[in-house]
């Protein structure tokens, strides 16, 4: 069916960057939106990123605005999350998701197909 496999989490200092990749197996998601999600124990998954298809919606959580950055990579089924001047608060399960339409929106509900998640840790 769909299988999403991210990679790229590790542990940082704050400041430091990281680049998530994730990977969809099976059939293409290239007409499709795509998002991140993050999670930390305890707390509900919620929103981080995502983008459209083509690219030209591209939404961001207020709290990682102007520091993360959504990518893709439609012939490669390819999603990135580029994440810069990390902070300790972004330590969380980094999940990234897709959907059978172009909607874009920042609703855990609205999102059926999840990969398995990247671990990524920032310390002060």
């Known amino acids: 069916q769909v299988q999403l496999v991210e990679s790229g989490g590790g542990s940082v200092q704050a400041g430091g960057s990281l680049r998530l990749t994730c990977k969809a197996r099976?059939?293409?998601?290239?007409?499709?939106?795509m998002a991140w999600f993050r999670q930390t124990p305890g707390e509900e998954r919620t929103f981080a990123a995502a983008m459209s298809s083509g690219g030209v919606t591209r939404i961001y959580a207020d709290s990682v605005k102007g520091r993360f950055t959504i990518s893709r990579d439609r012939s490669n089924n390819m999603l990135y999350l580029q994440m810069n001047n990390l902070e300790p608060e972004d330590t969380a399960l980094y999940y990234c998701?897709?959907?059978?339409?172009?909607?874009?929106?920042?609703?855990?509900?609205?999102?059926?197909?999840w990969g398995q998640g990247t671990q990524v840790t920032v310390s002060s």
């Open positions: 998701a897709t959907r059978f339409n172009n909607e874009v929106t920042k609703t855990k509900a609205d999102w059926p197909y």
């Open positions: 099976g059939r293409t998601l290239s007409s499709y939106a």
